[in-house]
């Protein structure tokens, strides 16, 4: 079964900080999808920026950007020049990329980021 | 492009119940998802629809759960004899595209509180 584990129940980081969410997963697969997505206190979920497993370049999205390390099964999320917008709850997710769970997305429990201004 | 539209954004019921919720997904997107999400944790998958077939089903779909897309436009997802453990936040999202660009698009949810 796939399991998508997040250590890091909350954060905080200043404006224009840099800050980095912690994902780590267990799966018996090579080929995958990983994402990172944003709920705000609107509880929409965002896609923030995904990797697909057999890429090794590391995913860049503006001003984030993951550091993806396939042997250790670990996806971190890296905001730089944090703005108050950035407040949310993130959610690191895997998806397989075949079989009958097509576009079924695991997440993992969260991590409530904090901006202080 | 109006997004995914979820409807009620909040719903409280007595255990017992019957409640159903309803999910527009963006017009033209043939999948659509269904997800719950309980305090502290992240969403969970629920099922799973390609057009108007149910093409697979959590285990956490239990048997007072049901689903349906009826020409493959808005689903809807009713619990019958709701329990507290029902209680959760209800996401639905719709996607379309090959699934190496599928993008998910979530609506705002549906809280459901069972008293």
């Known amino acids: 079964a796939q399991t998508v584990t997040q250590s890091q129940p909350e954060m905080s980081v200043q404006e224009a900080e840099t800050v980095t969410l912690s994902c780590t997963y267990d799966t018996s697969e090579s080929d995958y999808y990983l994402f990172w997505y944003k709920q705000p206190p609107s509880r929409q979920m965002i896609l923030v920026i995904r990797q697909e497993a057999y890429k090794q370049q590391n995913a860049t999205e503006n001003r984030f950007s993951v550091n993806f390390q396939k042997a250790a099964k670990s996806f971190s999320l890296k905001i730089s020049d944090s703005q108050l917008g950035d407040a949310a709850m993130y959610f690191c997710a895997y998806r397989r990329t075949r079989g009958s769970t097509l576009g079924r997305l695991y997440f993992g429990r969260g991590t409530q980021l904090t901006v202080w201004p | 492009d109006t997004g995914v539209s979820q409807d009620p954004r909040h719903k409280i019921t007595k255990r017992g119940q019957n409640v159903t919720f309803r999910c527009d997904p963006i017009?033209?997107?043939?999948?659509l998802y269904w997800y719950r999400q309980t305090l502290g944790q992240g969403p969970e998958f629920l099922t799973y629809?390609?057009?108007?077939?149910?093409?697979?089903k959590s285990r956490l779909l239990s048997d007072r759960f049901s689903a349906e897309r009826p020409k493959g436009s808005f689903s809807t997802l009713e619990i019958q004899r709701t329990e507290q453990g029902d209680s959760a936040m209800y996401l639905c999202?719709?996607?379309?595209?090959?699934?190496?660009?599928?993008?998910?698009?979530f609506g705002s949810g549906t809280q459901l509180s069972v008293l």
């Open positions: 629809f390609q057009n108007e077939a149910q093409l697979e």
């Open positions: 017009s033209e997107h043939n999948r």
């Open positions: 999202a719709s996607s379309v595209g090959t699934a190496k660009n599928e993008k998910l698009f």
